[in-house]
């Protein structure tokens, strides 16, 4: 799974998730203005010098070009290392809301802490169900297991199912693992151990 961010200079961040890092460019071209000039690396983008400019940097040879850098884009990926590190565990049911909350942490990353606290409660006003409602419930009062939001190949959106759980089992040992056979421990009589050097009757 990838996720796919796009930044402006002095805009708004967009990133997807798709399984292909170039599945999500037909959603890409159509967020993108008549007469913007692309910056990427030598991936699979070629599709976007179609309609706009595209200025690509193989990072093999050079991190930046005196005509284009990537590491504006890149930069945001550090955040996602250090969400890892907050989350103890990124669950793939929710990929793309990780991916969403690093956008959002990227356009609020130079706002002090009360326009941070304002955009949050801005945020948190908005009506209309949540999607994390439902995960606690059960199914017959409404509740719901939520699957990923990727881009699919055709560029439009599609759900990923979400992996299967092992079966239940009534061993306490993993699934798979043969059990460890008894421990054999040698008896040793008293005509073996009155001739060990080690035997001291004082």
Not at 71 to 98: C, K, M, P, W
Not at 135 to 158: A, M, W
């Amino acid at each position: 799974m990838h996720v796919v961010s796009a930044r402006e200079r002095g805009g708004l961040t967009r990133a997807w998730v798709a399984k292909q890092e170039h599945h999500p460019i037909p959603q890409f071209m159509k967020a993108l203005e008549t007469g913007t000039v692309v910056f990427a690396d030598k991936g699979k983008w070629t599709e976007i010098r179609k309609s706009f400019a595209l200025v690509q940097v193989a990072h093999k040879v050079t991190y930046y070009t005196p005509e284009a850098c990537t590491n504006f884009a890149e930069s945001g990926f550090n955040v996602f290392r250090v969400l890892a590190t907050i989350h103890r565990h990124v669950v793939n049911t929710y990929f793309d809301l990780y991916a969403a909350q690093l956008a959002w942490r990227l356009d609020r990353v130079r706002m002090n802490d009360d326009e941070g606290f304002a955009s949050i409660l801005k945020a948190m006003m908005v009506s209309g169900r949540s999607e994390m409602a439902g995960y606690f419930l059960p199914k017959k009062k409404g509740g719901h297991k939520r699957r990923c939001q990727i881009v699919l190949e055709d560029g439009s959106n599609g759900e990923l199912f979400r992996p299967r759980s092992q079966q239940p089992t009534t061993e306490r040992r993993p699934l798979g693992a043969r059990p460890r056979p008894p421990r054999s421990t040698p008896v040793r009589d008293e005509a073996s151990a009155s001739q060990s050097p080690w035997r001291s009757d004082g």
